[in-house]
């Protein structure tokens, strides 16, 4: 059975970064994952009369619920707020997390973590870096922790 994937990001958003998730659905399905990709999964909902922030809401948070880890895009100063709630509930419901951040610009008040220090209690005390993304290419680097999981 394929392990699942939600893929929390900020590229729905915009045409031009919207191309990106193609990008990166194509190595996660190289990987052989189930993606869960809330634009995606969500677009008949926006057109729907009523309450739809609320079932949208409810939606990726059921989508959530089914998949085994997250892999979300931290880019920005802050990351997109979605994204971090996404990331938050994920924490909370123990999923595997993976990271992406290739912005160069800091977001961090320490030298030592990119990102706001509570991210990382998704990620593994020791190595978390193993869980952290700059590249496609470290995407799908054996050295990394995410190929590795997806194999297993």
């Known amino acids: 059975m394929k392990k699942k994937l939600y893929f929390a990001n900020p590229y729905g958003f915009s045409k031009q970064t919207k191309k990106l998730l193609y990008e990166f659905i194509h190595i996660f399905n190289d990987l052989n994952l189930e993606v869960y990709e809330p634009f995606e999964r969500t677009k008949h909902i926006i057109k729907e009369e009523g309450e739809w922030a609320y079932e949208l809401a409810r939606?990726?948070?059921n989508d959530l619920k089914k998949c085994d880890c997250i892999f979300a895009i931290v880019?920005?100063?802050p990351p997109d707020?979605?994204?971090?709630?996404?990331?938050?509930?994920?924490?909370?419901l123990k999923k595997k997390v993976f990271l992406f951040r290739d912005d160069f610009r800091k977001c961090?008040?320490?030298?030592?973590y990119p990102l706001n220090l509570m991210l990382f209690l998704g990620l593994p005390k020791n190595n978390w870096e193993k869980y952290y993304f700059e590249s496609?290419?470290?995407?799908?680097?054996?050295k990394k922790g995410f190929a590795e999981w997806a194999k297993k």
Do not use: C, Y
């Not at 707020?81 to 909370?92: D, F, K, N, T």
């Not at 496609?136 to 054996?142: F, G, Q």
């Open 59 to 61: 939606s990726n948070f």
């Open 75 to 77: 880019n920005g100063t």
């Open 81 to 92: 707020e979605g994204v971090m709630i996404e990331l938050g509930i994920a924490i909370a």
């Open 108 to 112: 961090s008040d320490s030298n030592e």
């Open 136 to 142: 496609l290419k470290d995407i799908k680097s054996e």
